[in-house]
C-alpha cells in the first residue's frame, strides 16, 4: 500500500503561482518504480490529467492546456512528489489530486492505483 498526501493548495491571483506536494508514505522503499501523476477535477467536470513522471524512462507529460506552466519533479530521498504551477488562469481552479501506479497511459485515471484526498486550488480574476 502506498499512502499519498497532498498540501500547498489555497488561493492565489491569476498570474500567480503555487506549489503543490505529494508526501508518500507506506511502501516507500519502492516507490520509485512508479509512475506519479497530478490530476485535477472542477465542479461538474471529469477528472483531467495535468502532468505526470515516469521514473523508469525518466520522462515527464503534460497536456497542452499547462505545458510550459506547470513542471512536476519528485524528491525520492523524501518520498515527495511537486507540482510547481505558474502563470495560474482562472480555469486551474480544480480539486488537484496525486496518483500513483503503473499506469498504461499516464493520461488516465483509471491506470493509477492510489490516490491522495486532494487539495483545493482557487485562482481569482
Known amino acids: 500500500q502506498v499512502q499519498l498526501v497532498e498540501s500547498g493548495g489555497g488561493l492565489v491571483q491569476a498570474g500567480g503561482s503555487l506549489r503543490l506536494s505529494c508526501a508518500a508514505s507506506?511502501?516507500?522503499?519502492?516507490?520509485?518504480?512508479?509512475?506519479m501523476g497530478w490530476f485535477r477535477q472542477a465542479p461538474g467536470k471529469e477528472r483531467e490529467f495535468v502532468a505526470a513522471?515516469?521514473?523508469?524512462?525518466?520522462?515527464?507529460g503534460y497536456p497542452d492546456s499547462v505545458k510550459g506552466r506547470f513542471t512536476i519533479s519528485r524528491d525520492n530521498a523524501n518520498h515527495t512528489v511537486y507540482l510547481q504551477m505558474n502563470s495560474l488562469k482562472p480555469d486551474d481552479t480544480a480539486v488537484y489530486y496525486c496518483?500513483?501506479?503503473?499506469?498504461?497511459?499516464?493520461?488516465?485515471?483509471?491506470?493509477?492505483?492510489?490516490w491522495g484526498q486532494g487539495t483545493q486550488v482557487t485562482v481569482s480574476s
Open positions: 496518483a500513483a501506479g503503473f499506469p498504461p497511459d499516464w493520461s488516465l485515471p483509471a491506470g493509477y492505483n492510489y
Open positions: 507506506g511502501r516507500t522503499l519502492t516507490s520509485y518504480l512508479y509512475t
Open positions: 513522471f515516469r521514473w523508469s524512462a525518466r520522462s515527464t
